[in-house]
């Protein structure tokens, strides 16, 4: 059963970078697409973006400028970094797979999530 | 982007009566080549990330009880919960993956 755990630095000073790794476990990276979402406390679901087994990616125009993702599939890891953050990208951060090999669209499995406050 | 809208933000509902939970897109989610619209429901449970439970709007993921249904076509959308359990207690999304940014409706609350 393939499990996804996020982790990476709970607490970002403001105007630094935010940086998470979602290790694969259980399962290969390669053949599915890979997609970071975020929750800001009590809030709704956002989309950041997608990264492909080969590295093509595809973020939200709204944080396209601040985001980038990589894999690394000797490690069976993806990662998310988001430049100068504010207190605005505190947030609950997932991992998701795609649920289908080559497909982007419906995830599963999520990761448990990791929680990351932006403050100085 | 797509706004996907979800309708009504909180619902109760008695322990065995039915849930309906509505979803309406700003655009057009039917894709006419395959006749697939390309919409998924998740279920968060409070202190838990989403769990897959449709894909192309009415495909019920696997080992999801059959209680929950999907429906619609389109931009309108609707996500049915047969017969209340306590174990549903959770807020609801749909989400559209027609087109990047892949968007996500604003959730319903649903309780008992």
């Known amino acids: 059963q393939v499990q996804l755990q996020e982790s990476g630095p709970r607490l970002v000073r403001p105007s630094e970078t935010l940086s998470l790794t979602c290790t694969v476990s259980?399962?290969?990276?390669?053949?599915?697409?890979w997609t970071w979402i975020r929750q800001p406390p009590g809030q709704g679901l956002e989309w950041i973006g997608y990264?492909?087994?080969?590295?093509?990616?595809k973020y939200n125009p709204s944080l396209k400028t601040r985001v980038t993702m990589s894999v690394d599939t000797s490690k069976n890891q993806v990662s998310l970094k988001v430049t100068s953050v504010s207190a605005a990208d505190t947030a609950v951060y997932y991992c998701?797979?795609?649920?289908?090999?080559?497909?982007?669209?419906?995830?599963?499995?999520w990761g448990q999530g990791t929680l990351v406050t932006v403050s100085s | 982007d797509i706004v996907m809208t979800q309708s009504p933000d909180s619902l109760a509902v008695s322990l065995g009566e039915r849930a309906t939970i509505n979803c309406k897109s700003s655009?057009?989610?039917?894709?006419?080549?395959?006749?697939?619209?390309?919409l998924a429901w998740y279920q968060q449970k409070p202190g838990q990330s989403p769990k897959l439970l449709i894909y192309?709007?009415?495909t019920r993921e696997s080992g999801v009880p059959d209680r929950f249904s999907g429906s619609g076509s389109g931009t309108d959308f609707t996500l049915t919960i047969s017969s209340l359990q306590a174990e549903d207690v959770a807020v609801y999304y749909c989400?559209?993956?027609?087109?990047?940014?892949?968007?996500f409706g604003q959730g319903t609350k649903l309780q008992i």
């Open positions: 998701a797979r795609g649920a289908v090999p080559g497909v982007v669209g419906w995830l599963d499995p």
């Open positions: 259980g399962g290969s990276i390669n053949s599915f697409y």
């Open positions: 990264i492909s087994y080969s590295g093509s990616t």
């Open positions: 655009q057009n989610l039917l894709y006419r080549s395959n006749n697939k619209n390309y």
């Open positions: 192309w709007a009415s």
């Open positions: 989400q559209q993956y027609y087109d990047t940014p892949y968007t």
